[in-house]
């Protein structure tokens, strides 16, 4: 099975600029969900989404945005770039919506990342 | 807020040393995760805990989950260079809007040969 993919990998955007990256979970996979990872503040909850609805969201301000299509595949959206929003953004796939799971867990699979730079 | 302090931040040792990450909060979780991040690609899910005092061991790696379900450690044992990596703790916390991981802020650990 192939895995978690991202694109673009790499992705250069100047201040002000707004800015889509791509994931495509693994095949069945239908919970996405993304994170931040930055050297100051580590890896850090973006938003989780499964059947194209959000289903979570982590500590964010409106401008970072995010959506699913009926094939899984999701995309995430940061308009209005901040020189802050540098950061590694990694996308996870998993079988089941973590709604379903209590008190176990969900294996989350990530992607490679895409690394934004915002000069 | 859940926070999950790792330590320590940084480690170097010699290849067949033997070394213990720990990862503390003062939050109760549902389950703690450990993850293994290589430069340039995403983490992979080494292990899951799920019932407090759970010792499990994955090779040469042991890993606990606290009795409060606060707190866990990761020891290897004989570390070998192929060990280097960051070492990434995340605890689930559950809710009526889902599963939320937080994440430990990483062990970066160097084995020299």
């Known amino acids: 099975k192939a895995g978690v993919t991202q694109t673009p990998r790499y992705l250069i955007k100047t201040r002000g600029q707004q800015v889509t990256l791509s994931c495509s979970p693994i095949s069945g996979h239908r919970s996405v969900s993304w994170y931040q990872q930055t050297p100051g503040q580590g890896l850090q909850f973006l938003f989780e989404y499964f059947s194209e609805t959000q289903r979570n969201k982590g500590n964010f301000p409106g401008r970072f945005s995010g959506r699913q299509f009926s094939n899984s595949r999701s995309e995430m959206n940061v308009s209005t770039l901040e020189l802050g929003d540098s950061a590694l953004y990694l996308c996870?796939?998993?079988?089941?919506?973590?709604?379903?799971?209590?008190?176990?867990?969900?294996?989350?699979?990530f992607g490679p990342g895409t690394r934004l730079t915002v000069l | 807020t859940q926070l999950l302090e790792q330590s320590p931040q940084f480690l170097s040792i010699q290849e067949g040393e033997n070394l213990t990450v720990y990862c503390n909060s003062s939050s109760v979780f549902s389950s703690l995760q450990w993850y293994r991040q290589e430069p340039g690609e995403g983490p992979v899910l080494l292990v899951t805990?799920?019932?407090?005092?759970e010792v499990k061991k994955l090779k040469r790696l042991t890993f606990q989950f606290g009795d409060a379900r606060k707190d866990s450690s990761l020891h290897i044992t004989a570390a070998q260079p192929g060990d280097t990596g960051l070492y990434l703790c995340?605890?689930?916390?559950?809710?009526?809007?889902?599963?939320?991981?937080?994440f430990g802020g990483g062990t970066r650990l160097m084995v020299k040969p």
């Open positions: 995340a605890g689930l916390t559950v809710s009526r809007q889902g599963n939320m991981l937080t």
């Open positions: 805990v799920v019932t407090g005092g």
């Open positions: 996870a796939s998993s079988p089941r919506s973590s709604i379903r799971t209590l008190r176990s867990y969900n294996e989350q699979f």
